[in-house]
């Protein structure tokens, strides 16, 4: 097996000191205000040095979104119980799904922003997005009798609609109901529970 060389780590090193400060401009100034200018003032480099780790601000805002798929699964997986019933743990990754989404809203934006090139294969944006997990989560449940498959559906159709439904509730509360009152986010909660218990096994 080979051994990255100095210089490599180094690289490696630089790199994610770029991307760290991007996502932190990303947080603080917004999508607009992240410029090869202001990140190259921000991690003391040229613009023009920037160019020999990075060969566009797309090339840099795609890696911040790669880093907040990871982001996302590390927050996921700190918030679950993995002792409690599996209809808990799946409401329990509903929260916390939407919670990152609150946290790290313009983290979350770019995870999802379609002025950037987007995979072309289904199964990378499913792997991309935690997908994977929920289905294998989906599929360990009805195999053991906790959970039902609803007529018409498959495990991955599940796991899509429960995907669907997590990223519906994220976008409404971060666009048009920015400034919902908490009834909103009680509706949610209570939707969500619903929606668990409706493949629930009796």
């Given at each position: 097996?080979?051994?990255?060389?100095?210089?490599?780590?180094?690289?490696a090193?630089?790199?994610?000191?770029?991307?760290?400060?991007?996502?932190?401009?990303?947080?603080?100034?917004?999508?607009?205000?992240?410029?090869?200018?202001?990140?190259?003032?921000?991690?003391?480099?040229?613009?023009?040095?920037?160019?020999?780790?990075?060969?566009?601000?797309?090339a840099?805002?795609?890696?911040?979104?790669?880093?907040?798929?990871?982001?996302?699964?590390?927050?996921?997986?700190?918030?679950?119980?993995?002792?409690?019933?599996?209809?808990?743990?799946l409401?329990?990754?509903?929260?916390?799904?939407?919670?990152f989404?609150?946290?790290?809203?313009?983290?979350y934006?770019?995870?999802?922003?379609?002025?950037?090139?987007?995979?072309?294969?289904?199964?990378?944006v499913?792997?991309?997005?935690?997908?994977?997990?929920v289905?294998?989560?989906?599929?360990?449940?009805?195999?053991?009798?906790?959970?039902?498959?609803?007529?018409?559906?498959?495990?991955?159709?599940l796991?899509f609609?429960?995907?669907?439904?997590?990223?519906?509730?994220?976008?409404?509360?971060?666009?048009?109901?920015?400034?919902a009152?908490?009834q909103?986010?009680?509706?949610?909660?209570?939707?969500?529970?619903?929606?668990?218990?409706?493949f629930?096994?009796?």
């Open positions: 097996m080979s051994q990255e060389s100095p210089s490599e780590r180094r690289y090193r630089t790199q994610e000191l770029i991307i760290d400060a991007a996502r932190e401009l990303l947080v603080t100034q917004g999508i607009e205000g992240l410029s090869m200018r202001a990140l190259a003032d921000s991690v003391d480099y040229s613009p023009a040095a920037l160019y020999t780790y990075f060969d566009s601000k797309e840099i805002l795609l890696a911040i979104r790669e880093r907040g798929f990871s982001m996302l699964e590390a927050f996921i997986r700190g918030q679950i119980d993995v002792s409690v019933p599996l209809p808990e743990r409401y329990a990754i509903a929260l916390a799904y939407l919670d989404a609150q946290r790290y809203p313009e983290i934006g770019l995870m999802f922003n379609t002025t950037l090139t987007g995979p072309e294969d289904l199964s990378d499913t792997e991309e997005s935690g997908f994977g997990g289905a294998a989560l989906l599929h360990q449940g009805i195999a053991r009798g906790a959970l039902v498959v609803p007529k018409g559906y498959t495990a991955e159709t796991a609609h429960f995907w669907f439904t997590l990223h519906g509730i994220a976008m409404l509360r971060l666009s048009i109901l920015q400034n009152p908490p909103f986010d009680a509706l949610c909660r209570r939707a969500l529970k619903a929606f668990v218990a409706s629930t096994a009796e």
